[in-house]
Every structure is written in C-alpha cells, then in structure tokens.
C-alpha cells in the first residue's frame, strides 16, 4: 500500500536534472550540427544553440572541470555529477584564442548564471566561422534518458534539456 502511495504522489520517480541555457539563441537538434563529432553523438548527446548574444554562463552548478586554453570551449562537472561541454562555434579552435575572453579558469567553482566566456560573434563570423555551439552530456551513458527541448529561443538559464539517470 505503501509504495501504491509512493507512485502516485511521484516520489519514486526520477524527475531528472535540468540543464540550463549558457547562451541566448535559437536552439536545434545536436544531429543539425554540421560536423560528426557532434551530429552523430560521438563526445556525448545534447542540443546546439545558434547564438544572439557572445556570452556564455554556467548551465549548472558545479566546477570548472577543463577551461581549453584557446577559449573556445568549456567542460563543467554539476555538483549532481553531469558532465556539460559546451563548444562555441565549429572548428573555432583554429581561431588560437582570439576573440574569445574567459571569466573562469579550471578548478573554478560555479553557480548557475555566472559568466564563463564572452566571444565576438561578429569576428568569429567575419574569419569564415560557424557559431552553432553544442551543448553535450559528455557521459551520457551514465543517463537513461536525456530529453532535449529544442525548436525555440531561449534566453539565459531557459531549461533546454532534462536528464534522468
């Protein structure tokens, strides 16, 4: 009787961990993503964001776990245990860190909100670069179910995607 109670009120039940937005934009399926690592899951699932605005902040609480050193890119471990990369821009690594600022270093604790990176979008554009950024689940394996929320805009910490272990 107990546990009939417990399934209907929803205790049992893994309502998941959100993740939030880092950037303002339009949000898409990952496999719209024009490049395979990506496209075809092979660092983790996710969502890209096509961005309006060259900012980046943390989609969860948790820790730097790996500032790349040309900026272009941000790995975060949640305090829930997610790992969330979140890649500005394609092949943007050739860019060596320019036009890209970082508000954090590895080691670095976070709260959801804070600023990580800010880019400019319109020079990344102008040297010839996408700026389709993923969002990904690096250890998507460790999850039964990552649920995107794709096909709108969004603003800072808007919910884009839930995982379920």
């Known amino acids: 009787m107990l546990n009939t ?23 898409c399926a990952i496999t719209e993503v024009n490049d395979p690592v990506f496209s075809q899951k092979i660092v983790g699932d996710g969502i890209a964001i096509i961005p309006s ?26 305090v829930q245990g997610a790992e969330v990369l979140i ?10 860190g320019e036009n890209f600022t970082a508000c954090v270093r590895t ?13 400019d979008m319109e020079k990344i554009k102008a040297a010839g670069y996408e700026l389709i950024t993923p969002v990904i689940i690096c250890n998507t394996t460790e999850y039964s179910e990552i649920i995107p929320h794709i096909g709108g805009v969004v603003k800072e910490l808007d919910k884009i995607m839930t995982i379920k272990k």
């Open 107 to 119: 080691g670095d604790t976070v709260r959801a909100g804070d600023l990580l990176l800010e880019f």
């Open 87 to 96: 890649h500005v821009g394609l092949d943007t690594v050739k860019l060596q």
């Open 5 to 27: 109670w417990i399934e209907k009120l929803g205790l049992g039940k893994d309502k998941g961990m959100e993740i939030l937005a880092p950037i303002e934009g339009t949000v």
């Open 53 to 78: 605005r060259g900012r980046v902040v943390a989609p969860v609480d948790g820790t730097v776990s790996l500032l790349f050193e040309t900026k272009h890119a941000i790995s975060l471990k949640s």
